[in-house]
Structures are given as structure tokens and as C-alpha cells.
């Protein structure tokens, strides 16, 4: 895109988990940001988000919000996506997506900047951030692969509810009060109390088994990676942690592994952070990663049955790499940072 010295910036979707995490790490970062508009519905129009030590008033979105704007980041879930992203397109923005909305478009980019910057291309349009579960995990497969090639995967999330934005944040409080009481849970987010408990459904089930949080992760890979004969056999669970992501993943490659080899590539790998000494209790946790932008890669081992396999633990911020931090560096590669 045609390069500024400071953009007019618009987060859609800006009062929820991610969009909020947006506007703290375009701060953080110092993006080079001329305006923040901040749009919601109508329901917090007029409320006002912090933003640089001053104080931005959310406006209602509406087909005119886009006038004037370079990027847009969107956090506002699928059906805002695609009814929106395609009027801020016209409207000659560029469009950062964080809703499964665009993702397997086969026009559209689905961008990890560390696996796969080149694909941005430079034309306006909308760029896809991938999903959460699926960014942290081929953060770790990519140096994987490059090295052994990966022939299948198998993986089991244990996923935190700021996936499910700002309301189930809220559900497991009042849950978790609720139960220590001895009162009923009252699920309103999820099917079943999601306090003390583990639920093996992430978004709607499908006609194959497999839930739709499932098939992103089996789809969203290969197409991140750029290898579709890499096959994916994920279970998505959501646990009662309010940020990051944890995963257990079973790695098949094409060829021997070697640990140590496996733990230098990681190293070496930018964002991803192995933190694997379990003599010492040192491994990744949710409570760890939440807050940090790097994803955290431990329990490195090889298979007892097959040395061409590779079992790890990895854990991210689902809020920061998972989403809002994975966008705007998708955003500093559109003006060439
Ligand atoms: P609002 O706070 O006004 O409901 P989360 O994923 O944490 O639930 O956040 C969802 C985000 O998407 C919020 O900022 C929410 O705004 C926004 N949003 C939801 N529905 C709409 C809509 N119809 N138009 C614009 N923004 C919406």
C-alpha cells in the first residue's frame, strides 16, 4: 500500500476482547496511527475507549464508516465481515480480518507474518488472520516442517474462554462465584457450565463429527503452510482458563527426528519462545504466555513407538498472537515494517 508516515487506523469491533487487545498493542508497538476510529454497534456508541493517554468516543458502524480510512482491522465476528469488509474495500481500505469470514476465500491471503509474509501481495483488499488455535500450533510446525516434513498431526486444544469473547470472560466469573456458593451455574454462553468442567465443543458441529473450530484448524493449516497433503486430526476443547490457549500435538514427519535438532529449529524460529526444562517444573502454562507475545513450546519428546513422531505442548495468548498481535503485524508488513 502506498506508503505514509502515520495511517488513519479503524478497529471494528473495538469494545470486544480482541478489538480492546488491538488498541493496547497498536500503542504498544507504536503503530503509526494519524486517527483511531473505534466502531461497535450501536449498543456502545458513545462510550469511550483509552487510547495513547486520551480518551477515543466509539461510533455506531455503518456503511460510511470507512471514508478515509487505510486499514481497517476487523474483530466484530463473521457476519460483520462479510457484509463490511467488501464496503471498506470500495471504500479503498484495506481490510485486516480476524473472523473465520474470509479465511479459505482462495483470493484472499491467510497470513502468518513469520510462516508466510509473501502472500500479502501489495493490492488493497481484505487479508485473513488465520485462527487462534491454528496460528499458535503452525507457529511450532513451520520449523518442523521445513526440516522433516510433516506427514500428520494430531492435536487436542485446551482452549480459554477470552476465545469466546468478552461475555464468556464473564460467564466463567460469575460461574466459578456461582458454584463455590453452592448456586446453580446458569450457562448462557455455552451449552453446559463451563466452570470446573471441560466441554469437547468449539463452535457448531458439523455433518462430518467434527466441529467447525475443528475443520479451521485442519483447513487453515494446510493453507498457511502451503502443503495440502499435511493431514490434520484436531479435538477442540474449551477449558476453564480465562486467557491463552494450551495444545498437545502429535507430530508425524516424513523422516527420524533428532530432539536436539527439533529444539534448535524452534529456537531459532522468531516468535516462538521453548521453555522445556522439566526437571525443574519449567514448561509452558496458560498463566505464563497470557500478556506475552511469544508462543511457548515445551514437553519435547519423541514418540516411544516411532522415531519419526514428535510430541509437544505449546501455549499462546489467544487474545495477542492468536489474534489482535498477528493482525496488526500483518498491518506493519502493509505499510513496510
Ligand atoms: P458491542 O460491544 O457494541 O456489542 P466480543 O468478541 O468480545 O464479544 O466482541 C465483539 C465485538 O463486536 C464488540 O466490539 C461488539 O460491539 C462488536 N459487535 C457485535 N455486533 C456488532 C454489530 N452489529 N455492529 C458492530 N459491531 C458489533
Redesign the pocket.
Known amino acids: 500500500m502506498k506508503q505514509k508516515e502515520a495511517y488513519e487506523v479503524a478497529v471494528?469491533?473495538?469494545?470486544?476482547?480482541?478489538?480492546r487487545t488491538m488498541l493496547s498493542i497498536l500503542e504498544e508497538r507504536d503503530f503509526p496511527v494519524a486517527n483511531l476510529t473505534c466502531?461497535?454497534?450501536?449498543?456502545?456508541?458513545g462510550s469511550t475507549l483509552s487510547f495513547r493517554g486520551g480518551e477515543i468516543t466509539?461510533q455506531?458502524?455503518t456503511e460510511s464508516s470507512f471514508n478515509g480510512i487505510d486499514i481497517a482491522l476487523f474483530?466484530?465476528?463473521g457476519s460483520?465481515s462479510k457484509q463490511y469488509g467488501p464496503i471498506a474495500v470500495a471504500a479503498g481500505c484495506i481490510v485486516v480480518d480476524n473472523s473465520s469470514a474470509w479465511r479459505m476465500d482462495p483470493q484472499v491471503p491467510l497470513v502468518v507474518p513469520e510462516i508466510n509474509v509473501s502472500t500479502i501481495g501489495d493490492s488493497p483488499g481484505i487479508i485473513a488472520n488465520p485462527n487462534c488455535s491454528t496460528i499458535q500450533m503452525v507457529m511450532a510446525l513451520k520449523p518442523i516442517q521445513d526440516l522433516y516434513k510433516i506427514k500428520r498431526v494430531v492435536v487436542s486444544t485446551y482452549q480459554s474462554v477470552s476465545g469466546?469473547?468478552?461475555?464468556a470472560i464473564e460467564e466463567l466469573t460469575a460461574q466459578t462465584r456461582a458454584v463455590l456458593d453452592g448456586n446453580p451455574a446458569n450457562p448462557e454462553v455455552y451449552p453446559h457450565q463451563i466452570a470446573f468442567n471441560c466441554l469437547p465443543h468449539i463452535d457448531v458441529f458439523l455433518d462430518n463429527g467434527y466441529t467447525k473450530e475443528e475443520m479451521k484448524m485442519v483447513n487453515e493449516t494446510r493453507k498457511i503452510m502451503g502443503d495440502d497433503s499435511i493431514e490434520v486430526s484436531p479435538t477442540t476443547v474449551r477449558v476453564p482458563v480465562m486467557v491463552a490457549h494450551s495444545e498437545s500435538v502429535n507430530v508425524e514427519c516424513e523422516r527420524e527426528l533428532n530432539l536436539t535438532e527439533v529444539r534448535e529449529c524452534l529456537t531459532a524460529f522468531p516468535g516462538v519462545k521453548v521453555i522445556d526444562t522439566p526437571a525443574n517444573n519449567e514448561y509452558p502454562l496458560a498463566s505464563s504466555a497470557a500478556g506475552k507475545d511469544e508462543v511457548q513450546v515445551g514437553r519435547l519428546r519423541i514418540d516411544l513407538a516411532n522415531p519419526r513422531v514428535l510430541n509437544f505442548w505449546v501455549v499462546g495468548d489467544n487474545l495477542r498472537k492468536g489474534a489482535a498481535l498477528n493482525a496488526v503485524q500483518i498491518a506493519e508488513k502493509l505499510i513496510g515494517q
Do not use: D, M, N, P
Open positions: 471494528v469491533g473495538a469494545t470486544g476482547a480482541v478489538g466502531l461497535a454497534s450501536a449498543r456502545s456508541a466509539v455506531e458502524l474483530s466484530a465476528g460483520i469466546s469473547g468478552q461475555k
